[in-house]
């Protein structure tokens, strides 16, 4: 076998082996009413989410809470439990809650 042919089995073996890539999971908005306005929470994983609030969109992270979950970053704070929700904008807490499903 010649030294091109062996390189190219070794390759093909090697390319075999790897992983396929990770899937990130199917997510589904939420949508909320927050202070009257519509917006939107999407989680990404136990660690990441998305809120969409009165025309801009923030990325955020799992941050401790005592209680519920809480995701923040250095503009917005939404946190949830249960039913009961709210963001925070610096000093303004805006209660939220979680607009039904069309059709159910």
Known sequence: MSR????LLIALTLASCA?????RPVVTPRPL????????ITFYSPDEAKLTYAGKSYAL????SASGA???NSTVTFWNKG???TLTFGKAVIPCTYV???GL
């Open 4 to 7: 091109i042919a062996a390189c």
């Open 83 to 85: 039913i009961d929700a």
């Open 70 to 72: 809480q995701y923040g």
């Open 61 to 64: 992270e799992r941050q401790v």
């Open 100 to 102: 039904p499903k069309k």
């Open 33 to 40: 009413s927050c202070g009257g306005q519509p917006a939107q």
């Open 19 to 23: 992983s396929p890539p990770k899937k």
